[in-house]
């Protein structure tokens, strides 16, 4: 995302410093009125750009790599770079499960959510949590959404058990993310972690986080459902 290095009143002081210079050395018939300050110009821009919010887990924190590594951050840095208006917002918080989302979700909703990205219950299938739970707290996630903003769009990121938690429990787990995103309306990333899961290449050592070369497949995933609906 862009970012001004000097505020408003540091740039105007600075123009008058410029101006008390030069004044001796032109006729005041040639001074020339300045534009419009530029920072103000894209004050309003973002005013006026919709919200992209992320909602996840340490996936979609980051972590062990920079912000700007991330899934999260090379969206926002492509969503600028194509010139289309929003803004997007990093909300993933390291160690989150479903039930940690749906108490946080009422404090992330204090502000506009135009598309909301759901990607939440990766620690619920390594913690063995009963994919009933999980379902019921990303339902409940998505119902506080929707009555704060009708008209948002939702994504849901589906994610996948580790097969040592069983067949039984895999197979409901995976089972959760297309239930949901049918019974919802919403679009559905089939599995977030799609060519990058279980490749020591491209993950952290932890074999669980990806590293900035598996967030790049990562952020594939993720364009290829939210690219159309932002285009």
Known sequence: MKYL????????????????????????ANKKSDP?????EESKQEETKKTIVFFG???????????????AGLIASRVDSLGLPYKVINAGLSGETT??????????LRQTVDVLILELGGNDGLRGIKPEASYTNLQSIIDKTKAKYP???????????PPNMGGDFTSK???????????????????LLDGVGGIPTLNLADGIH????????????????LGPMLN
């Open 5 to 28: 290095t000097l505020t408003f009143s540091a740039f105007i002081i600075l123009l008058l410093m410029s101006c008390g210079e030069s004044a001796s050395d032109q006729p005041s």
């Open 36 to 40: 419009s300050p530029a920072p103000v």
């Open 57 to 71: 887990n340490s996936l979609a924190a980051g972590y062990g790599v920079a912000p700007e590594e991330a899934f």
């Open 99 to 108: 039930a940690g989302g749906e108490a946080r979700i009422d404090w992330i």
């Open 151 to 161: 008209d948002v769009q939702i994504i849901i990121a589906g994610m996948e058990a």
């Open 173 to 191: 787990f995976r089972a959760i993310f297309p239930k949901l995103a049918k019974e919802n309306d919403a679009k559905l990333i089939p599995f």
């Open 210 to 225: 990806p590293n900035p070369k598996g967030h790049l497949i990562v952020a594939e995933n993720v364009w290829g459902i």
